[in-house]
């Protein structure tokens, strides 16, 4: 499977192209230099996340997402909340390395979790808990360790009569016949001990596109590379990871260096038609218009975070220097949403002095109730 572009569909693509690198570009600029800088690169994670579902066809709420993150939540979380936080955790582990980290084979078996960093590190046999508790073996009394010695005894003999039984058993059986592989319980069709499907080969296959990426401009690059991988399909139960890719080699490119794109934010608005087309032209199309769409709503919503910021320094700029206001503030700028007991837990005050904070802030509560309230900026 081949994934080069010849000139005649890159002069169809130049208008999109151009539309696109300019808006990853300003936001870029923009991100860099704004204040609210560290917060509006956080708050991207949450929404890139939630979009990752969307282009899946799954719903998650941002809210539900910023309670399960902070370990508050309400109730149960989904299957789908799960999946949103562990694309939340890989966009963080992928910020926080290096910027073409993610794009190397140790970076990709990290993340998809077949290998990489740590790997060898684990002790055959033992777990992280098991390793730990071996320090307190010392300290069992010696009437526990004479009784579980006798139950050791008494499971060994028990072990004895079983396994010669068992060999009479087989001895007169008749010879078996030969063995058919035992379907896993939570995959019932087999589908993901299918040895044909090796993920460690696509991802191979996947990275080869690379080279062809990096000769073309960063935005084409990265559509070549999102569109090479939902052909592809390295991995099936972290597919996701695709768009999370993209914006990671944007930010190796030095596209997008301020924050880590939010690839999905935009992709999500884009009809599901045109992201499927067969055509190639269009698929390529509704990805560059993805990332363009993307820049503009973050370009909206810093305006919308540099409005707030400045209305609450309007509000503390008089109180004294050990407020703690601006950091509330700065909690607010980089969560989604806020509640009393994150608050309470993150500046270390009372529930009841979290509610007054909040009050004294002037951020919009947004649910409307009584009882289980949040606030944050709309």
Do not use: C
């Amino acid at each position: 499977m081949r994934f080069d572009i010849d000139n005649s569909l890159i002069n169809s693509l130049l208008p999109a192209i151009v539309q696109a690198e300019d808006g990853l570009a300003r936001l870029d600029e923009r991100a860099a230099r704004a204040s609210i800088g560290g917060g509006f690169s956080e708050r991207r994670h949450y929404f890139d996340a939630v979009g990752a579902l969307w282009v899946a066809g799954e719903l998650v709420h941002v809210e539900d997402l910023v309670l399960h993150d902070a370990h508050m939540d309400t109730r149960s979380p989904s299957h789908e909340l799960t999946i949103a936080h562990a694309v939340l955790r890989a966009r963080r582990r992928i910020w926080t390395g290096d910027p073409a980290w993610a794009l190397t084979s140790a970076g990709l078996g990290v993340l998809a979790g077949i290998g990489g960093e740590g790997e060898g590190d684990a002790v055959p046999g033992k777990t992280a808990i098991s390793l730990g508790e071996d320090d307190r073996d010392d300290a069992v009394d010696d009437a526990l360790a004479a009784e579980l010695a006798e139950i050791d005894a008494v499971l060994e003999r028990s072990q004895r009569l079983l396994d010669s039984h068992a060999n009479k058993v087989a001895a007169e059986a008749p010879a078996p016949a030969e063995p058919v592989k035992e379907k896993r319980r939570d995959d019932p069709l087999g589908l993901f001990d299918d040895e044909e499907w090796d993920e460690a080969a696509r991802l191979k296959q996947w990275r080869k596109v690379l080279a062809t990426a990096d000769d073309l401009p960063p935005v084409l690059g990265a559509a070549l590379m999102f569109e090479a991988w939902e052909k592809i399909e390295p991995l099936r139960r972290q597919h996701w990871l695709g768009g999370v890719l993209v914006a990671s080699y944007l930010r190796a490119r030095g596209k997008v260096t301020s924050h880590l794109f939010s690839f999905y934010t935009g992709l999500k608005t884009i009809r599901h038609e045109r992201r499927r087309s067969r055509d190639r032209l269009t698929r390529l199309q509704s990805f560059l218009e993805g990332m363009s769409e993307s820049a503009v709503l973050g370009l909206k919503e810093m305006d919308r975070l540099s409005l707030a910021e400045t209305q609450m320094e309007l509000r503390f700029r008089d109180r004294r220097s050990n407020s703690s206001l601006p950091q509330l503030a700065e909690l607010v700028l980089s969560r989604p949403m806020v509640s009393t007991a994150m608050v309470a837990r993150e500046l270390k005050v009372t529930s009841r002095g979290a509610l007054n904070l909040l009050n004294d802030i002037g951020v919009r509560e947004m649910t409307g109730r009584g009882r289980y309230r949040a606030w944050g900026i709309i």
